[in-house]
């Protein structure tokens, strides 16, 4: 890949239309793209909870990024401590969506080698589209049948772990090739490990954070991905979104 100029952008008076523009996804799919929002040292909660972090631009983007995804990939103990909902969309991001020829409303897919999922949670009893649970042929089958019981759909990969090629593989076969993964950091390290993530969007916070808070991946895999930035998103508070997409 010949490097580019990196285009730098300002949020001012930036449309949606151009902010979508930024971030289509290329033709070739399966696409995986992983979201962050990030301290100036490096971390991704404070006190537990990305909430700390977040600024308007960053969920206009986030917004954006899942209007423009088949499916929302996030692992189960980001799920629990976001205390996630299902995805909602706008009347501008269902209009968004059908231009796109993708359906009304993105669903979670959740990754969960236990199936340690509440079928009371709000990611179940909050949503438009039930969730999908990507689990393991050993995961408790009464965990399985109270979550299917409760609306999700229960897909098994595997006896042990849950393979990165298996996920892939699971959310094509349903027609889900643009995806969106939210985290957390061992979902995403696993992604980097197997060099299946195509794309990392980060949100820097002006914000330092001081303690033991988590970095955006975790796997005691050693792997290096050399990634090339596409564009930078400056916001009048300092906050700035870099878009980075894997050389190939």
């Not at 008076?13 to 799919?29: G, K």
């Not at 990754?111 to 689990?135: H, K, Q, Y």
């Not at 076969?173 to 643009?178: A, Q």
């Amino acid at each position: 890949m010949t490097d580019q100029p990196i285009r730098v952008v300002s949020a001012t008076n930036l449309t949606d239309d151009e902010l979508a523009d930024l971030y289509e996804y290329p033709a070739s799919e399966p696409w995986i793209r992983a979201n962050f929002v990030v301290s100036l040292d490096g971390a991704i909660t404070t006190n537990g909870s990305s909430t700390g972090l977040t600024t308007p631009l960053d969920q206009r983007v986030l917004k954006l990024l899942r209007d423009l995804a088949d499916v929302v990939l996030v692992g189960a103990t980001t799920i629990r401590v976001e205390d996630y909902i299902g995805i909602r969309t706008s009347e501008t991001g269902t209009q968004r969506r059908s231009d796109r020829d993708l359906a009304p409303v993105p669903p979670l897919a959740v990754v969960s080698g236990r199936a340690d999922i509440d079928p009371e949670s709000r990611l179940l009893t909050n949503t438009i589209v039930p969730p999908i649970i990507l689990t393991t042929t050993t995961a408790p089958a009464t965990a399985k049948r109270n979550l299917q019981a409760a609306g999700a759909q229960v897909i098994e990969l595997g006896p042990d772990r849950i393979e990165t090629s298996a996920i892939i593989d699971a959310l094509a076969s349903l027609g889900m090739r643009k995806i969106l993964c939210e985290g957390g950091p061992t979902l995403t390290g696993q992604l980097v490990a197997d060099h299946a993530l195509d794309e990392l969007c980060i949100t820097t916070a002006p914000t330092v954070v001081c303690g033991d808070a988590h970095r955006i991946t975790h796997t005691d895999r050693h792997s290096a991905v050399s990634m090339q930035c596409k564009h930078i998103i400056f916001d009048v508070d300092g906050v700035q979104i870099a878009r980075w997409v894997r050389r190939t």
